[in-house]
């Protein structure tokens, strides 16, 4: 028999991707695994009071319906509680870590416009009298933030971008769903009339949304740590500008790997290119993948280094508002 613990870790890891878009998608969601309507509600209700279950919604493909950066600083150890609180009030803030390196506090932007970003990082630096370090994103290779919970691996395919970009309407609905559908029977009707739409056009527009690639990932956004995925690893990688974009599909494919992505080196300070995301229970277990990515890619003899996360200061979802509601 199936303890509810091992359904909700089950509910977790089958639908963190390809959440049903259905009038009833909670119905739907625990059907596949011996639930009623009711008991699935319950159970992501459970889940996202105990911090487990961040939001069920889209995982958004980078400068498709808006703008980002992930940024750095090398906070002197004294001041890092105080500079993060500086950095997490800002609204546009939607992550922000401590991660064990000289460079020690990571976050990402992400806002309506470049405008809103660049004035957000400037606001910090102002605030905090010290510089920040712009890693926008050059190019996407795996955006994924998903991975297996209970031990079987699936391969995926990254879905495909088709070069559309989110327009106004798209952008209201990514705004409504930001924070997460509501956890209701019908949480699609729920945002229709949130937004003043048919129910029917929520539904078409997500769709859309997701065929194109601009939403890369629709389903469970987990607190992984929650669930004793504590060591949270950052690979980074100083690849020869020629190769960079043959090595990087390499190490995209390992289903360790959530996140894989370009971003611009900042020399003296940041002499690397190339990132992954590895989320593994113990730093021995995410070393092991990493090892595994330099063995397939052929980047051993790279420069390299790899920075553990030691604190979340916050998480949450990239904030879509137009222009002027901060």
């Known amino acids: 028999m199936t303890t509810r613990a091992g359904a909700e870790l089950a509910l977790l890891d089958r639908w963190q991707h390809d959440f049903p878009l259905a009038e009833r998608p909670f119905a739907e969601a625990g059907r596949e695994l011996g639930l009623d309507e009711a008991s699935t509600i319950a159970a992501f209700r459970r889940l996202r009071r105990r911090g487990v279950l961040s939001r069920i919604g889209a995982v958004v493909r980078p400068h498709t319906a808006g703008a980002s950066t992930l940024a750095a600083m090398r906070v002197p150890p004294e001041r890092l509680d105080e500079v993060a ?26 806002g309506s416009e470049p405008a809103a970003v660049s004035a957000t990082l400037e606001r910090i630096e102002e605030r905090t009298g010290l510089p920040v370090l712009d890693l926008p994103l050059q190019r996407a290779y795996r955006i994924d933030l998903g991975f297996p919970l209970t031990g079987s691996r699936r391969e995926r395919v990254p879905r495909p971008f088709s070069g559309l970009r989110a327009d106004h309407s798209d952008r209201r609905l990514l705004a409504a769903i930001e924070d997460g559908l509501p956890l209701v029977d019908r949480p699609f009707r729920d945002v229709a009339r949130h937004l003043g739409v048919a129910e029917s056009e929520v539904l078409v527009r997500l769709q ?34 020629e190769i960079a974009n043959a090595v990087a599909p390499c190490l995209a494919r390992n289903p360790a790997v959530t996140l894989c992505y370009r971003r611009p080196r900042r020399p003296p300070d940041w002499p690397y290119n190339l990132f992954c995301m590895v ?11 990493i090892d595994d990515l330099n063995l397939v890619a052929g980047t051993g003899l790279a420069d390299q280094a790899v920075l553990f996360s030691a604190r979340c200061f916050k998480q949450r979802g990239a904030s879509f508002v137009t222009a002027g509601a901060h």
Request: hydrophobic share 50%.
């Open 208 to 241: 859309r949304l997701i065929a194109h690639g601009i939403v890369s990932r629709f389903g469970c956004v987990v607190h992984h740590r929650r669930l004793g995925y504590a060591a949270n690893a950052m690979a980074v990688w100083n690849i020869a500008d």
């Open 279 to 289: 989320h593994a229970k113990t730093p021995r277990q995410a070393y092991a993948v």
């Open 85 to 110: 609180r500086i950095v997490s009030r800002e609204p546009l803030v939607n992550h922000n870590y401590e991660r064990m390196h000289r460079i020690n506090l990571w976050f990402v932007v992400a």
